[in-house]
T-cell receptor, first 114, second 114 residues
Framework: AQKVTQAQTEISVVEKEDVTLDCVYE???????LFWYKQPPSGELVFLIR??????QNEISGRYSWNFQKSTSSFNFTITASQVVDSAVYFCALRSYNTDKLIFGTGTRLQVFP | DARVTQTPRDKVTEMGQEVTMRCQPILGHNTVFWYRQTMMQGLELLAYFRNRAPLDDSGMPKDRFSAEMPDATLATLKIQPSEPRDSAVYFC????????????FGPGTRLTVL
């Protein structure tokens, strides 16, 4: 069975703090894909990044970085020097190679206070 | 900038009424998904289509919900009769088939059934 666990329900930080959002997944497939989405207060889910299971290179995009570790089945997301605009719910998702369906985690609500 | 559009954005109705939600996927996308988001259940996949053919509607209450794609530019989700427990935000998403492709989400329809 496939599953995505985001154990952190809610995180609160003060602006400029670094914050890491955890994502742990379960799958028996050797080929799979991982995604992060952001859902700001406006409601629309916005795609942030995807990773395939053969690419364990970490990725950095501005203040955002992602750490993919197959050994621990984790795909964590770090925001450096957080800003109020980062306040949102963040979802991690998993997809197997042979399906179009995404398995979403329950999301982590991040609140960044000024 | 191509986007998934959904109408209506907000719908308030009384129990027992029929509700129809519409979605226009991004031109060229061949997969369309319907999700429901509630505080209690999170994001649930209700149904999805590939090349307009329904592939999976196992997440949908069959007795009252129906999803169709009359053509490649329109997907509909109907609830008849609606019940208060159907109150939620309904998202449509579209994408290209293939595990590495992300899904693009619409802004959602907020449904309130009184």
């Amino acid at each position: 069975a496939q599953k995505v666990t985001q154990a952190q329900t809610e995180i609160s930080v003060v602006e400029k703090e670094d914050v890491t959002l955890d994502c742990v997944y379960e799958t028996r497939d050797t080929t799979y894909y991982l995604f992060w989405y952001k859902q700001p207060p406006s409601g629309e889910l916005v795609f942030l990044i995807r990773r395939n299971s053969f690419d364990e290179q970490n990725e950095i995009s501005g203040r955002y970085s992602w750490n993919f570790q197959k050994s621990t089945s984790s795909f964590n997301f770090t925001i450096t020097a957080s800003q109020v605009v980062d306040s949102a719910v963040y979802f991690c998702a998993l997809r197997s190679y042979n399906t179009d369906k995404l398995i979403f985690g329950t999301g982590t609500r991040l609140q960044v206070f000024p | 900038d191509a986007r998934v559009t959904q109408t209506p954005r907000d719908k308030v109705t009384e129990m027992g009424q029929e509700v129809t939600m519409r979605c226009q996927p991004i031109l060229g996308h061949n997969t369309v998904f319907w999700y429901r988001q509630t505080m209690m259940q999170g994001l649930e996949l209700l149904a999805y289509f590939r090349n307009r053919a329904p592939l999976d509607d196992s997440g949908m209450p069959k007795d009252r919900f129906s999803a169709e794609m009359p053509d490649a530019t329109l997907a509909t989700l109907k609830i008849q009769p609606s019940e208060p427990r159907d109150s939620a935000v309904y998202f449509c998403a579209s994408g290209l088939t293939g595990g590495y492709n992300e899904q693009f989400f619409g802004p959602g329809t907020r449904l309130t059934v009184l």
